[in-house]
């Protein structure tokens, strides 16, 4: 399975918003809206923070929302922490029982 | 709260195996599908396996189709990944995870190294 393109390094003052995309094709992103988004500091296990393209689970923040369109998804981290330092992968269905994630995108708060 | 945590990891050379187990409590793991994903050193997230409650749904992804094979015993709440025919490539942190439909993964442990290399 091909991975998911995402850029490979983002980056946002406190306080402002960036938008993270996460590009696949008509047989993944754009073929299902199962979109998922994790984040992952360092040295740590992802955490889940979206799910079915827009949903997030109770304890993550407002300040995340996702969204889709066609063969590609996006990630908004609004009202920038530094916290928010982390890399970030989006996964996709893609048939059967099988995924794909995304090559990683790290978010550096300056 | 849910845990997962994995073991089995270690050193070993290309073409040998190794078994990781993932222990799952506070949760009844019987009821949920897992996946195992791993990540190389500096590298992004990789799907590896899918295995669903009863163990009869198992999907993998290319690059360890037909190496490695992932079964589960709900009575002890434990998954398995069998990993044979390891290469120098497979060097790897790998993470065990409880799956939701739809095709997502919500609790995540904190993962077991393996090194791959003579």
């Known amino acids: 399975q091909s991975v998911l393109t995402q850029p490979p390094s983002a980056s946002g003052s406190p306080g402002q918003s960036v938008t993270i995309s996460c590009t696949g094709t008509?047989?993944?992103?754009?073929?299902?809206?199962?979109v998922s988004w994790y984040q992952q500091h360092a040295g740590k296990a992802p955490k889940l923070l979206i799910y079915?393209?827009?949903k997030r689970p109770s304890g993550v923040p407002d300040r995340f929302s996702a969204s889709k369109s066609g063969n590609t998804a996006s990630l908004t981290v609004s009202g920038l922490l530094s916290e928010d330092e982390a890399d970030y992968y989006c996964?996709?269905?893609?048939?059967?029982?099988?995924?794909?994630f995304g090559g990683g995108t790290k978010l550096t708060v300056l | 709260e849910v845990q997962l945590v994995e073991s089995g990891g270690g050193l070993v050379q290309p073409g040998g195996s190794l078994r990781l187990s993932c222990t799952a409590s506070?949760?009844?793991?019987?009821?949920?599908?897992m996946n195992w994903v791993r990540q190389a050193p500096g590298k992004g997230l990789e799907w590896l396996s899918y295995?669903?409650?009863?163990?009869?749904?198992?999907d993998y992804g290319d690059s360890v189709k037909g190496r490695f094979t992932v079964s589960r015993d709900n009575a002890k709440n434990l998954l398995y990944l069998q990993m044979n025919s390891l290469r120098a490539e497979d060097t790897a942190l790998y993470y065990c995870?409880?799956?939701?439909?739809?095709?997502?993964?919500?609790?995540w442990g904190q993962g077991i190294l393996v090194t791959v290399s003579s």
């Open positions: 295995i669903e409650t009863s163990g009869g749904g198992i």
């Open positions: 008509s047989s993944d992103v754009g073929a299902y809206n199962y």
């Open positions: 506070e949760f009844t793991f019987s009821h949920y599908g």
């Open positions: 079915e393209v827009t």
């Open positions: 995870a409880r799956d939701r439909w739809p095709y997502y993964s919500d609790y």
């Open positions: 996964s996709s269905y893609v048939g059967g029982n099988k995924r794909v």
